[in-house]
C-alpha cells in the first residue's frame, strides 16, 4: 500500500473526527454565549415584572384593580398584597356585617361592627365607609341619649367629608340639643350653603331662633318653610319632627308643632291624639280631654275614643268629658260609635235607662258594632228582659256573620265560604271574586230576603192546598192529584 495514501485517508479521518466534536460542543457553547449576551436584557425585564407587580401590591388602588397572581413574582406580589390589605379587608367585612345588623335592629352589634371599622382602617383607605360608620354610630348614640358622643362622631363625619349634608344637620342638631345655639346656627348655615331648598334645614334654624327669642329670624325662617309647599308636605314635615321632639322628651316643642301642623289640615286625627298625648304628660288633664274630643269631633277613632274613658272619672271630672261628647253625637248622629262612647260614659254615673236607650240606637245605627251588642244584651239581661237579650244576641251573630268573607260567582251570583277554581252552580272556571257576605247577598241575581219571601209564600200555598185537599171527597181528590201530576 502506498504510503502516502494511507496518510492521506488518516488525515481525512482526523478532519472529520476533529469537526465532528466541534460541532458537539459548538452548539452549547454558542448558547452559552448567547445567554450571557441576552442575561442583562433578561435580568432587567424580570425585574421590572417584579418591581411593577409590587408597585400594584403596594398601591392604595390595587382592590380595585386585578393582581396578576401568575408565575413566582405574581405569588410574591399577592402575598405582599394580602399582607397590606388585610385591615381593609378586615373593615369592609365589618362594615357590611355592621349595615346588616343595623337594618335588621340589632344595635349592639351593628355599634361592635361600625367600630372595628374604624379600629381596622387607620390610614382612611375607605373614606365613605368611615363617613357612613360614623353617621350611624353618631345615631345610635342619639337613641340612648348620649349626645356628647353622637357629637364628636358627627364632627368627625364632617371633617372627613366637608360636603355631607346629613352629618352637617346632624351636627347642628348635636348641638342644638346640648344647648350651644351659636355652633348650632353656624352648622345649619353651612347646610343651607350646601342645600339651600332643604326645608329640614329651614326647620332647624326656626326651632334655633325660636328657642333663642329671636323672634324676627325665626318668623323669616317659618316663612320660608311654609313658601310654596303643599299642604301635605307641610303636615308631613311638622307632625314628623313633633315626633322626634316628643321622642327626646321636649314636649313644648313637640306641641308648637303639632299645632303648626293642624293649622294646615285641622281634620287630622292622629294629630289630635299626639298633641292631647303631649298636654296630659304635661300634667294639664282638662286640655288633653279637650283636644281628643275636638278630635272625636272631627271624626271618630277608636284611640280618641279609649284616652277620653280613660281619663274621665279618674283624672278630671266626668261632665265635662260628657257635654263634650254629647257634641260629638250630636255632629255626628248617623254613627252608632259615637252614641256608643257616650252611653259608656253614662253608665259609669249609673244612667242606666238613658245608657240603653243610647245603646239601642248605636245598635241600630251601626249593627255591626258588637261590642254595643253585647253590653246591650247584658243590659237586658240584668233587667230581666231576657226574650229581648236573645234578640240582641242573634242579631250581634247575624251582624258578625253578615262580615264574614265569602266567594261569589260573577256569573250566576253563586256564594261559597271557600275560593274554588270552578264554580259548582254553573260549571265556569274563574269566576268567583272575594268580598264579605253582606255584599255578596246585595249583589246577588235574586236578593236573600226575596228569596225567603217567595220560600214563605209557597209554604203558606201548600198548606192552604193540603187544606182543601183534605176535605174533599176521595174521588175528587184522586181527579185532583191526577191532574197536578198532568
Known amino acids: 500500500m502506498d504510503v502516502g495514501l494511507l496518510g492521506d485517508v488518516l488525515t481525512l479521518l482526523g478532519a472529520f473526527f476533529l469537526g465532528f466534536i466541534a460541532g458537539i460542543v459548538f452548539m452549547p457553547l454558542r448558547r452559552l454565549v448567547i445567554g450571557f449576551w441576552y442575561t442583562?436584557?433578561?435580568l432587567l425585564k424580570g425585574t421590572q415584572n417584579v418591581g411593577a407587580k409590587l408597585r400594584q401590591a403596594f398601591r392604595p388602588s390595587?382592590?380595585?384593580?386585578?393582581?396578576?397572581r401568575s408565575g413566582l413574582t405574581g405569588s410574591l406580589a399577592g402575598t405582599v398584597s394580602d399582607i397590606l390589605t388585610l385591615r381593609v379587608r378586615h373593615a369592609e367585612a365589618s362594615f357590611r356585617e355592621g349595615m346588616a345588623a343595623f337594618d335588621k335592629g340589632d344595635y349592639e352589634l351593628a355599634r361592635r361592627r361600625f367600630s372595628a371599622v374604624i379600629f381596622w382602617d387607620r390610614g382612611l383607605e375607605l373614606k365613605p365607609l368611615h363617613v357612613l360608620a360614623h353617621l350611624r354610630l353618631g345615631w345610635l348614640d342619639e337613641e340612648r341619649g348620649a349626645w356628647n358622643r353622637a357629637k364628636e362622631h358627627y364632627q368627625r363625619a364632617v371633617h372627613l367629608d366637608a360636603d355631607n349634608l346629613e352629618a352637617t344637620v346632624r351636627l347642628g342638631m348635636m348641638h342644638f340639643q346640648l344647648g350651644e345655639t351659636g355652633p348650632a346656627i353656624f352648622q345649619f348655615q353651612r347646610a343651607l350653603e350646601l342645600d339651600p331648598a332643604n326645608l329640614d334645614t329651614h326647620y332647624y334654624l326656626y326651632a334655633i331662633y325660636r328657642q333663642a327669642g329671636m323672634e324676627r329670624e325665626a318668623l323669616e325662617q317659618l316663612r320660608i318653610v311654609k313658601a310654596g309647599e303643599s299642604s301635605e308636605k307641610l303636615v308631613e314635615l311638622f307632625s314628623r319632627h313633633g315626633e322626634e321632639h316628643f321622642r327626646m322628651a321636649r314636649y313644648a316643642e313637640a306641641v308648637n308643632d303639632y299645632e303648626l301642623a293642624l293649622q294646615f289640615d285641622p281634620n287630622c286625627a292622629p294629630l289630635y291624639v299626639a298633641l292631647g298625648d303631649l298636654y296630659y304628660l304635661q300634667q294639664q288633664p282638662h286640655t288633653a280631654l279637650e283636644t281628643w274630643c275636638r278630635g272625636l269631633w272631627i271624626g271618630y277613632s277608636e284611640a280618641?275614643?279609649?284616652r277620653v274613658l280613660a281619663v274621665a272619672g279618674e283624672?278630671?271630672?266626668?261632665w265635662p268629658a260628657i257635654h263634650l261628647v254629647r257634641d260629638c253625637v250630636a255632629r255626628h248622629a248617623r254613627d252608632g260609635r259615637c252614641h256608643f262612647?257616650?252611653?259608656r260614659l253614662l253608665r259609669r254615673l249609673g244612667k242606666e235607662e238613658e245608657s240603653i236607650t243610647l245603646l239601642g240606637k248605636a245598635v241600630r245605627l251601626t249593627p255591626q258594632l258588637l261590642e254595643a251588642q253585647e253590653e246591650l244584651g247584658d243590659s237586658y239581661s240584668r233587667v230581666g228582659q231576657h226574650a229581648k237579650a236573645e234578640a240582641i244576641y242573634r242579631a250581634g251573630?247575624?251582624?258578625?256573620?253578615?262580615?264574614?268573607?265569602a266567594y261569589r260567582c260573577q256569573a250566576c251570583a253563586y256564594v261559597t265560604r271557600e275560593e274554588q277554581a270552578r264554580c259548582f252552580q254553573c260549571n265556569r272556571w274563574g269566576t268567583f271574586e272575594k268580598m264579605t257576605r253582606t255584599e255578596a247577598e246585595?249583589?246577588?241575581?235574586i236578593p236573600r230576603n226575596l228569596l225567603e219571601r217567595a220560600t214563605s209564600v209557597r209554604q203558606s200555598l201548600s198548606a192552604v192546598w193540603s187544606k182543601i185537599a183534605g176535605q174533599l171527597p176521595s174521588g175528587d181528590r184522586a181527579v185532583l192529584r191526577k191532574g197536578s201530576q198532568e
Open 304 to 306: 280618641l275614643a279609649e
Open 341 to 343: 262612647l257616650l252611653s
Open 62 to 68: 390595587a382592590a380595585e384593580e386585578p393582581l396578576d
Open 315 to 318: 283624672t278630671v271630672d266626668i
Open 442 to 445: 246585595a249583589r246577588a241575581a
Open 397 to 405: 251573630l247575624s251582624a258578625a256573620r253578615a262580615q264574614e268573607m
Open 40 to 42: 442583562p436584557g433578561r
